[in-house]
């Protein structure tokens, strides 16, 4: 399960620099082949995990989009599949690495920031500890 969500998330990482945008497309048939893999695995669905990816939903319709909601979606799949604690986890480091990028990219003032290669190295830092 750990190498499809890296999969999942080095695509989603990849589309996200490249046009600025999350391909729902990934994240249906992520969705569909984890939903899947736990049934037959018999692992519980982690409900619970959902709760930051409805929140930056709810941000990005709050902020007229300034948070991208391709983010929201991404990161409320991951949460039913990895739960709460590791998505909070992956979270915390993913938004140090957007700060960091913030930081060292801060050419404009409207200077949008790609999430999900912060995501994918919060993962990676997760998965390697």
């Not at 949460?79 to 060292?104: D, H, K, R, T, Y």
Request: aromatic fraction near 12%.
């Amino acid at each position: 399960m750990k190498s499809l969500t890296l999969c999942y998330l080095l695509i989603n990482a990849w589309t996200d620099i490249k046009c600025r945008c999350i391909d729902i497309r990934y994240t249906i048939i992520y969705f569909v082949v984890m939903s899947l893999t736990m049934i037959y695995q018999e692992v519980p669905f982690w409900w619970s995990g959902c709760i930051p990816g409805i929140f930056l939903i709810c941000l990005s319709l709050a902020t007229k989009k300034h948070v991208g909601i391709g983010d929201g979606i991404m990161v409320l799949v991951l949460g039913c599949v990895i739960g709460l604690e590791e998505m909070l986890c992956i979270l915390q480091s993913g938004f140090v690495m957007a700060s960091i990028w913030g930081i060292l990219n801060r050419r404009k003032k409207e200077y949008s920031i790609p999430f999900a290669p912060c995501l994918l190295l919060g993962y990676l830092l997760r998965i390697i500890k």
